[in-house]
């Protein structure tokens, strides 16, 4: 599932299958063409409705990051459910939310 946008949040969700499953959530920004700086926030609630701050970023360029279970232990999902990912921004953006295949 993945999500983008110029100069606006928004957000999307995706069905957890399975107990344990481990989520992986991608993200990008840059300025708007006529800002010289922006902020991005990426959030995942999780299956069990835990907010997890996966990105606080003050951009002044591009940029692009991944986190997966492996680097933050919270992004496992205990239990199947929704998760959804919210993304509060004035850049440019893309984000993504990735599990295994089944």
């Not at 951009?59 to 232990?73: I, K, R």
């Not at 496992?76 to 990735?98: H, K, M, N, Y």
């Amino acid at each position: 599932m993945a999500i983008y946008g110029l100069g606006s949040g928004t957000a999307a969700s995706a069905d957890v299958p399975l107990n344990g499953t481990p989520v992986t959530v991608g993200f990008a920004g840059t300025p708007m063409p006529d800002d010289d700086a922006c902020e991005l926030e990426v959030t995942l609630i999780r299956t069990d409705g835990t907010a997890v701050n996966v990105a606080t970023e003050s951009l002044t360029g591009p940029m692009a990051g991944e986190l997966g279970a492996n680097e933050l232990s919270s992004l496992f999902q205990e239990e199947p459910g929704q998760v959804t990912l919210q993304v509060r921004t004035d850049c440019s953006f893309a984000a993504s939310i990735t599990m295994p295949p089944l």
